[in-house]
């Protein structure tokens, strides 16, 4: 076979691949769209996406408190994972020896393995209890002026899910890192510029992009996670009512109720689906628009 040959058969592979892809994508898209907007303007779309009680048994299904809930809990697991991942990759990548690295690197690969069940154990066993003992702290109670709270809550919730993006952030923004010529750290070093100043001012934005994807893939990880928010988050469908009191994600509201749901209970979790996916779509957009005006610029 010759060396032409070869190549025509790889991009026929190859294309067949991206094609495979593309297919997967417009068939959850086709499912997704035609059993779910039907149901949406059955219901009516005001009273569905904004409507905040949700009994299915009296055919009321109103979704705004799971879409709160799983806003706050992403908006938490960010605050939670993406400094701590950001500074941890900035670490191994320009501040950490080789032998720590060879330590830290089988660890964040580790993380990533581990099932999203475990989390939520770890998540019961350790995290649930507590948060539950400082809650009740007097200085929760006075400072704080926190007059009651729960161990399965937002707060939890945004912890754990902060944890679980961990090796997302921190393996994508140390790729990126490392991606960036170490001439912009040399030239800001020959301009009297500190180790820390260099890494900080000269490397970290030349990696932009980069880390603007890390976010990007930790928050799709955040709003997509279903198990151990279901075991942590104590899954009330009222509207949330505090940092540490219970709530219900999309997710959690899917995976909970699907296996006993029938006709327009059914319909409706498959809307929720629809209202999830397109509100995935719109963040990655956004992000999209942000990196691509950060590269622009």
């Given at each position: 076979m010759t060396s032409k040959l070869k190549e025509g058969v790889m991009q026929v592979v190859?294309?067949?691949?991206?094609?495979?892809?593309?297919?997967?994508?417009?068939?959850?898209?086709?499912?997704?769209?035609?059993?779910?907007?039907?149901?949406?303007?059955?219901?009516?779309?005001?009273?569905?996406?904004?409507?905040?009680?949700?009994?299915?048994?009296?055919?009321?299904?109103?979704?705004?408190?799971?879409?709160?809930?799983?806003?706050?809990?992403?908006?938490?697991?960010?605050?939670?994972?993406?400094?701590?991942?950001?500074?941890?990759?900035?670490?191994?990548?320009?501040?950490?020896?080789?032998?720590?690295?060879?330590?830290?690197?089988?660890?964040?690969?580790?993380?990533?393995?581990?099932?999203?069940?475990?989390?939520?154990?770890?998540?019961?066993?350790?995290?649930?209890?507590?948060?539950?003992?400082?809650?009740?702290?007097?200085?929760?109670?006075?400072?704080?002026?926190?007059?009651?709270?729960?161990?399965?809550?937002l707060f939890t919730a945004a912890v754990l899910l902060g944890i679980m993006i961990l090796p997302t952030i921190?393996?994508?923004?140390?790729?990126?890192?490392?991606?960036?010529?170490?001439?912009?750290?040399?030239?800001?070093?020959?301009?009297g510029a500190t180790h820390e100043r260099s890494v900080f001012c000269a490397v970290l934005p030349a990696a932009r992009s980069g880390v603007l994807s890390a976010v990007i893939l930790g928050i799709g990880r955040a709003i997509g996670e279903t198990m151990a928010v279901v075991m942590v988050a104590g899954n009330q469908t009222w509207m949330p009512k505090g940092l540490f009191q219970g709530l219900r994600t999309m997710t959690s509201n899917i995976v909970i109720e699907m296996g006993y749901a029938a006709d327009l209970h059914r319909e409706a979790l498959i809307a929720t689906g629809v209202v999830l996916f397109i509100f995935i779509l719109l963040i990655n957009l956004c992000f999209s628009l942000v990196k691509g005006g950060s590269d622009h610029a």
């Open positions: 190859f294309t067949l691949c991206a094609c495979v892809s593309i297919l997967a994508v417009a068939l959850i898209c086709i499912f997704l769209f035609a059993n779910g907007v039907p149901t949406l303007f059955k219901i009516g779309p005001m009273q569905f996406l904004l409507g905040t009680t949700w009994k299915p048994g009296n055919d009321i299904f109103g979704i705004l408190p799971m879409i709160l809930g799983s806003i706050y809990v992403t908006a938490g697991a960010i605050l939670v994972g993406v400094p701590i991942g950001l500074l941890t990759a900035i670490y191994m990548s320009r501040f950490a020896s080789p032998r720590i690295n060879k330590i830290m690197l089988p660890a964040v690969q580790l993380l990533a393995g581990i099932p999203s069940v475990v989390y939520g154990f770890f998540g019961m066993i350790v995290l649930v209890p507590a948060v539950q003992a400082m809650v009740k702290t007097p200085f929760f109670k006075t400072v704080l002026h926190v007059k009651s709270g729960k161990g399965m809550s921190i393996t994508v923004s140390k790729t990126s890192l490392d991606a960036v010529p170490n001439s912009y750290y040399e030239g800001s070093l020959a301009l």
